[in-house]
């Protein structure tokens, strides 16, 4: 799968923060995303104990069935500590790794983590949204601003706004769960976010990051 370079990869906090200023800029927030979903895609990064290697894996589903297409993983060496706001920092290495192997592009991506509901409105999501110029949903399992908590039914939702922006809804994808907090990354609007986290999702996550998620945790007990 080819990606699109962003330019040289931050080495520092300054640097990261600079370029998600910059590169935030680019994030189209709109659209419905793909009418026909015959692919999509989870993203989720696994830390492999006692280590400071992270697994990235990407899963790759029928968008009919949900049943694996492909699947890719990749390691790569967190060089930084982890901060708030700066995920891609230690991740995005592994995640370049693991699309760049795909044959297969897929007509969605939905990752594990934010997109605009982010300090600088470039989260993971963005990142991998640029990457691959793909329809892109960030969908965290924790709150990445806060919310207030939606009614029991599948499908309500309640918005989260950072200043006066609503950058992501905290969203009940089953009856009485726990919500999930999604997010633009790219090229999709997020009510048509929300709908897609919907269709994709026959537990609390959608299919794509629990697949995804196992995956990586696998990967990461490997030696």
């Known amino acids: 799968m080819h990606l699109q370079p962003l330019g040289p990869p931050p080495t520092t906090l300054d640097e990261a923060a600079a370029q998600q200023e910059k590169l935030s800029s680019l994030v189209v927030a709109s659209g419905s995303g793909p009418s026909d979903l015959r692919t999509v895609a989870g993203i989720d990064v696994a830390q492999r104990e006692g280590t400071d290697d992270v697994v990235a894996a990407v899963v790759v589903l029928d968008g009919r069935t949900l049943r694996p297409v492909e699947t890719r993983t990749a390691t790569g060496r967190a060089d930084h500590p982890y901060e708030p706001g700066f995920l891609a920092l230690r991740e995005l290495p592994a995640v370049t790794a693991a699309l760049e192997a795909l044959d297969t592009v897929p007509d969605l991506?939905?990752?594990?983590?934010?997109?605009?509901?982010?300090?600088?409105?470039?989260?993971?999501?963005?990142?991998?949204?640029?990457?691959?110029?793909?329809?892109?949903?960030?969908?965290?399992?924790?709150?990445?601003?806060?919310?207030?908590?939606?009614?029991?039914?599948r499908g309500s939702w309640t918005p989260q706004v950072d200043g006066d922006e609503e950058v992501g809804r905290a969203l009940r994808t089953q009856h009485g769960v726990q919500p999930v907090f999604v997010s633009v990354g790219h090229r999709i609007g997020l009510e048509a976010a929300c709908d897609h986290v919907l269709r994709l999702a026959r537990h609390r996550l959608p299919e794509t990051t629990r697949r995804a998620d196992r995956l990586a945790r696998d990967a990461a007990l490997r030696v």
């Not at 594990?112 to 600088?120: L, Q």
Request: with cysteine; charged share 15%.
């Open 109 to 153: 991506i939905v990752c594990d983590g934010a997109g605009v509901a982010h300090p600088r409105r470039f989260g993971l999501a963005c990142h991998v949204g640029l990457l691959t110029d793909l329809p892109t949903i960030g969908v965290a399992k924790t709150p990445p601003v806060p919310f207030d908590m939606p009614k029991p039914a």
